[in-house]
T-cell receptor, first 117, second 113 residues
């Protein structure tokens, strides 16, 4: 069974500092990994994804994430945080089995990012 | 291109009643998934439809059901509502295939009293 963990309920970072939101996953096949963001009173928005290829993927709003197969991690990063980045961030995984078939997408519990002015 | 739309946006029902929620995906998207979002449980997967066929189902009781129409629009139904069904129900659409990201609607806020 697939699973995804976001070990931090909340991350606080000062504006202008680099930020990292952590995500680890467990799959039996190969992972498709995604990050989404949910702003207050707004729906979830896609940020970026890793399917295959380069381990460092770049996404919207200056965010990037690094896929680390040995550590089964897919941490979200940004070099310089903005107050407007304050939101709820979700990591998600879809397990791609060698036997084929479509697996559901499993979401983490979310990490609240608070950027302090 | 219009985004994912969900109707109604807000709903108040009484225990024991049933409810139907509707989702219209982005034009050209053939996959529709439903999620239940609550503060304590996060996003829980309900089901996924592709070309009118359910291809994945989450761990919810049989009171939760869904379907997809030939135009890719989808509905989910909850029968015999319980207080614990109060949640934000999110619909997401994507192009076919596992590697496509999902686009979420604003959700339907269901309150069961």
């Amino acid at each position: 069974a697939q699973s995804v963990a976001q070990p931090e309920d909340q991350v606080n970072v000062a504006e202008g500092n680099p930020l990292t939101v952590k995500c680890t996953y467990s799959v039996s096949g190969n992972p498709y990994l995604f990050w989404y963001v949910q702003y207050p009173n707004r729906g979830l928005q896609f940020l970026l994804k890793y399917i295959t290829g380069d381990n460092l993927v770049k996404g919207s709003y200056g965010f990037e994430a690094e896929f680390n197969k040995s550590q089964t991690s897919f941490h979200l990063k940004k070099p310089s945080a903005l107050v407007s980045d304050s939101a709820l961030y979700f990591c998600a995984v879809r397990d791609i089995l060698r036997s084929g078939g479509y697996q559901k997408v499993t979401f983490g519990t979310g990490t609240k990012l608070q950027v302090i002015p | 291109k219009a985004g994912v739309t969900q109707t109604p946006r807000y709903l108040i029902k009484t225990r024991g009643q049933q409810v139907t929620l509707s989702c219209s995906p982005i034009s050209g998207h053939r996959s529709v998934s439903w999620y239940q979002q609550t503060p304590g449980q996060g996003l829980q997967f309900l089901f996924e439809y592709f070309s009118e066929t359910q291809r994945n189902k989450g761990n919810f009781p049989g009171r939760f059901s869904g379907r997809q129409f030939s135009n890719s629009r989808s509905e989910m139904n909850v029968s015999t509502l319980e207080l614990g069904d109060s949640a934000l129900y999110l619909c997401a659409s994507s192009l076919s295939g596992d590697d496509y990201e999902q686009y979420f609607g604003p959700g339907t806020r269901l309150t069961v009293t």
